[in-house]
């Protein structure tokens, strides 16, 4: 099926659900916005306890992050070597790659290098981006282990991404391949833009860090941004702290068959007593609400409210306008604060040479990380409690997962 053949199936939501869908659509945003502010009464003060503003290096506008800071890490040829001295390493073991630890992907010089980049994510501009790893020169399980290796050394805890392997057999699936598929798969079968060319819109995954290792380029497109979550909070709570309110309220979703009902948007208070910093948190993927290809929002869903639907919009538009752009190519490995930055990507065309193709895994660091918020508890248990180095798979090829 060749790309131009493609309808996607449009999703049907609720009853009575607002005109809203995963694209945004600016004049939709626009009209909405007007119509409230001059038709509602809408609450002009913050959530009991919620900050004005906040003051951290994880508040940063993109249009001038880079005068400021560079996220970008090369890897030096004494890096290379290291990691290729590790590769050998851990083969020599014959191990399963579920076994990939800092021990048994030894990198002693450039380990303190990663350590350093976890602080960075967690502490301060919340992404840092690897560069140099030559791609070419090695297998795709050769590419895997590598990435897994570095990546135990900023975050040693992987996630689940699935609870299936391609063919169904019951496994702990740490990795997940973002490409597409569309050309290949059923377009219902299609619940998420990382298996289509699409544009992806600003959201968040599950878990405290996402790694994303590209193995390859698209041939046009593609393009990776990032947006702080907390300069998106800063202007919302300046300019409509009503959505702010909409955001720290309960909303209802279809999960893991089930429905739950839990806030975007959670804040914690600065800790005397454990030296923890206020945090703010906000978790949400649009689709989940609008629907997407094959997956539609369940009909048996109360639909969005009118506040719900600009509050998405409002939080898409204030992320795109203050994203950075990374220059994101074959060989990189992008690790970011999931907690506190939102991601996205332009839509791309692939050609018969070149393939976007990456592969990601959900981190985390005990040592570093953040207090999951109790409404996120389940969540994070789903992806990170129990997870089995024996039980652990990697899968080397696409395929579009169960969950």
């Known amino acids: 099926m060749s790309p131009a053949a493609i309808i996607p199936p449009v999703p049907i939501g609720p009853v009575g659900q607002p005109d809203i869908q995963y694209l945004p659509d600016p004049v939709k945003y626009a009209a909405r916005t007007k119509r409230r502010l001059q038709t509602e009464d809408l609450p002009k003060a913050l959530p009991e306890g919620f900050p004005m503003e906040l003051e951290s290096d994880l508040v940063w506008d993109g249009k001038n992050l880079a005068e400021s800071y560079d996220w970008n890490y090369h890897l030096t040829k004494e890096d290379i070597a290291e990691v290729e001295a590790a590769l050998e390493h851990f083969k020599s073991l014959d191990l399963p790659l579920g076994y990939i630890t800092q021990t048994t992907f030894p990198l002693p010089t450039l380990h303190a290098t990663l350590r350093s980049i976890s602080h960075e994510i967690h502490r301060g501009h919340g992404f840092k981006v690897l560069r140099g790893l030559p791609v070419d020169s090695h297998t795709r399980s050769e590419n895997i282990t590598i990435y ?8 040693p805890v992987r996630g689940r991404q699935d609870t299936k392997t391609a063919h169904g057999e019951p496994a702990d699936v740490v990795l997940a391949h973002i490409t597409d598929l569309s050309r290949v798969v059923d377009p219902t079968a299609i619940k998420a833009p990382a298996y289509t060319t699409e544009k992806q819109v600003f959201h968040t995954d599950i878990g405290d860090i996402v790694a994303l290792f590209a193995l390859g380029e698209a041939d ?10 907390w300069f998106v909070y800063n202007e919302l709570a300046r300019t409509r ?4 309110r909409t955001l720290a309220e309960p909303w209802v979703s279809e999960e893991g068959g089930g429905v739950v009902e839990r806030p975007l948007l959670f804040h914690q208070p600065a ?5 923890e910093p206020e945090r703010l948190i906000i978790q949400y993927a649009r689709r989940g609400f609008t629907g997407y290809w094959g997956r539609p929002r369940d009909p048996s869903l109360p639909p969005l409210t009118e506040a719900q639907a600009e509050a998405l919009d ?4 204030l992320a795109e306008k203050s994203a950075v752009s990374l220059d994101f190519h074959k060989g ?6 999931n907690l506190s930055i939102f991601h996205a990507r332009a839509g791309f065309r692939d050609s018969e040479e070149k393939r976007r193709h990456l592969v990601r895994l959900w981190l985390r660091d005990p040592e570093l ?7 996120l ?15 652990e798979v990697f899968p080397l090829e696409p395929f579009v997962r169960s969950l």
């Not at 897994?148 to 975050?155: E, K, N, P, R």
């Not at 702290?241 to 702010?244: F, H, I, Q, T």
């Open 148 to 155: 897994a290796g570095l990546a135990s050394h900023i975050a």
């Open 220 to 229: 046009s497109g593609g393009q990776s941004f990032l947006s702080s979550s």
């Open 241 to 244: 702290p009503d959505l702010v």
């Open 271 to 275: 800790s005397a007593s454990s030296s």
């Open 314 to 317: 409002a939080l898409h538009y």
């Open 332 to 337: 990189d490995i992008q690790f970011v604060n």
């Open 369 to 375: 990380a953040w207090k999951t918020p109790e409404g």
């Open 377 to 391: 508890a389940s969540r994070w248990e789903g992806i990170y409690g129990g997870v089995q180095a024996e039980k």
